[in-house]
T-cell receptor
Framework: DAGVTQSPTHLIKTRGQHVTLRCSPI?????VSWYQQVLGQGPQFIFQ???????GRGNFPDRFSARQFPNYSSELNVNALLLGDSALYLC????????????FGPGTRLTVT | GENVEQHPSTLSVQEGDSAVIKCTYS??????FPWYKQELGKRPQLIID?????GEKKDQRIAVTLNKTAKHFSLHITETQPEDSAVYFC??????????????FGTGTRLTIIP
């Protein structure tokens, strides 16, 4: 039984560039949430998507956007990268609506230079 | 919005002893409180959770207690083992609430088990 998968594992980008991160939820899970985890801190909520619609947004600038596809996989896009965007980006999937256990993927380590 | 505070930030415990990590939350509407364990370089792993309709939940050596009145909840690990060494995060959210189920995390506790 596959867990949440994310790609790529690691990514190095230059300031000003954009990046796309991908996530596949656990089979049967229809909700995907994105979190940013800066070294030494707890994850910070970015977005939640359920049934292809944005259902929640955290306190992040408009440079951050996301979408969910018919197969419930998701992409997180970040434009005009800043040094401060360097972090571990985590995707979590959940059944949602009836139970809210969120299961995390291994994350994508983004380094902006 | 919700604010979750977690204490202590670091905790060292002799192997076999118990460890307790405490969290407080600010939003009285929060009703779901999971705990995650994160080993170095790995994903956060859900280890136990509790909903506001119960005061305590136990799973082998791990237990969580919730005091809704005081708005605080705690993780208890008994008979600690070296593999319990990790960073532990508490979190809070509003369960079963389409579109508002974001987890608000505490700042983490680095637990070290001393052999």
């Amino acid at each position: 039984d596959a867990g949440v998968t994310q790609s790529p594992t690691h990514l190095i980008k230059t300031r000003g560039q954009h990046v796309t991160l991908r996530c596949s939820p656990i089979s049967g899970h229809k909700s995907v949430s994105w979190y940013q985890q800066v070294l030494g801190q707890g994850p910070q909520f970015i977005f939640q998507y359920y049934e292809k619609e944005e259902r929640g947004r955290g306190n992040f600038p408009d440079r951050f956007s996301a979408r969910q596809f018919p197969n419930y996989s998701s992409e997180l896009n970040v434009n005009a990268l800043l040094l401060g965007d360097s972090a571990l980006y985590l995707c979590a999937s959940s059944v949602t609506g009836t139970r809210n256990e969120q299961y995390f993927g291994p994350g994508t380590r983004l380094t902006v230079t | 919005g919700e604010n979750v505070e977690q204490h202590p930030s670091t905790l060292s415990v002799q192997e076999g002893d118990s460890a307790v990590i405490k969290c407080t939350y600010s939003d009285s509407a929060s009703n779901y409180f999971p705990w995650y364990k994160q080993e170095l370089g790995k994903r956060p792993q859900l280890i136990i959770d509790i909903r506001s309709n119960v005061g305590e939940k136990k799973d082998q050596r791990i237990a969580v207690t919730l005091n809704k009145t005081a708005k605080h909840f705690s993780l208890h690990i008994t008979e600690t083992q070296p593999e319990d060494s990790a960073v532990y995060f508490c979190a809070a959210s509003k369960d079963r609430n389409f579109g508002n189920e974001k987890l608000t995390f505490g700042t983490g506790t680095r637990l070290t088990i001393i052999p």
